[in-house]
C-alpha cells in the first residue's frame, strides 16, 4: 500500500514546488559593529543594504577590547544615520562571554553596555550574545531589564564568511534557492554578515547580488526584534 501511494506523494509534492511562491521575509543582521573593525568597511555594508531598501538589526559590541564604541564619532554618525535597529552585542564580546557568568556579573554587564550604547546612539531593545551563548540567569535578566533577547531566533545563514570566487557560485545559487523555499514556508530568512569578513573577497557582491535577487521577489524586510518579539 505505501509503495503504490509513493507516486502520488512524489506527484503532490512535485505539483507543490511549481505553485507560486510567497514573498519572502528577510532579516539582516550586521554583527560584531565595533570602532576595532574597519569604519570604510561597515560604512559599505550599510550602504549596500540601503541600496535596495532594507532594513537590518545592527550588532553593536559596547566595549570591545578596552575601547567603547562612543570613542568613535564616526562610526556613531554612521549608525545614526541609518534607520536600522541596534542591539546590544553583550558586553565585551569575550568568547562566550554570558555562557557562565553568575547572576550579579551578567546583570553588571548587561547594564553597563546598555548605558554606553544609550550615551552616544539611543535607546536600546535588544541583547544578541556573543557566539549565540548565554545563560539561564542571563535571560532571566534580559526579562527583568525589558529586553526583546535575539539571541537565538530562527536559523541563521552566512554566506559571506571570508568568501572566494571557488565557493561563490554554488553560494549565491543556493542562498537564492533557500530565500524561495523560506518564503514558501512563511519562514523568515536570517542573513548574517560579520563586518570584516563579509568585505573580504565575493563577499560584497555576493551581498549585492543576493539582495537584488531578494528585491526582485518583493522580500519583506524585517528586524530581529521584529520577528522575535512582535509576533
Not at 562566550?96 to 546612539?121: H, S
Not at 541583547?127 to 541563521?156: G, M, N
Not at 554554488?170 to 548574517?192: D, R
Request: hydrophobic fraction near 40%.
Amino acid at each position: 500500500m505505501k509503495i503504490k501511494l509513493l507516486p502520488l506523494f512524489l506527484f503532490i509534492f512535485f505539483i507543490w514546488l511549481y505553485l507560486p511562491y510567497g514573498s519572502p521575509v528577510i532579516v539582516i543582521v550586521v554583527d560584531d559593529v565595533s570602532p576595532l573593525h574597519s569604519t570604510d568597511e561597515q560604512r559599505e555594508l550599510f550602504r549596500v543594504i540601503e541600496r535596495y531598501g532594507f532594513n537590518a538589526t545592527v550588532s553593536v559590541i559596547p566595549f570591545h577590547y578596552g575601547k567603547s564604541i562612543c570613542d568613535s564619532n564616526e562610526l556613531v554618525s554612521i549608525i545614526n544615520s541609518t534607520k536600522f535597529e541596534v542591539a546590544q552585542h553583550g558586553y565585551m564580546h569575550n568568547y562566550k562571554e554570558f555562557e557562565n557568568l553568575d547572576y550579579p556579573e551578567a546583570k553588571r554587564r548587561v547594564i553597563l553596555g546598555r548605558k554606553i550604547i544609550e550615551g552616544c546612539i539611543g535607546k536600546v531593545y535588544e541583547f544578541r550574545a556573543p557566539w549565540r551563548s548565554e545563560s539561564r540567569e542571563t535571560k532571566q535578566i534580559l526579562k527583568e531589564l525589558k529586553y526583546c533577547d535575539v539571541t537565538d531566533t530562527y536559523i541563521e545563514h552566512e554566506f559571506t564568511w571570508y568568501l572566494d570566487s571557488y565557493r561563490y557560485p554554488l553560494y549565491i545559487t543556493f542562498a537564492k534557492f533557500e530565500l524561495l523555499i523560506y518564503g514558501k514556508f512563511h519562514i523568515p530568512y536570517v542573513l548574517v554578515l560579520h563586518v570584516h569578513a563579509a568585505n573580504y573577497g565575493e563577499g560584497i557582491k555576493f551581498l549585492n547580488n543576493f539582495l537584488s535577487f531578494a528585491k526582485s521577489r518583493n522580500a519583506k524586510s524585517k528586524t530581529l526584534r521584529e520577528v522575535a518579539c512582535e509576533n
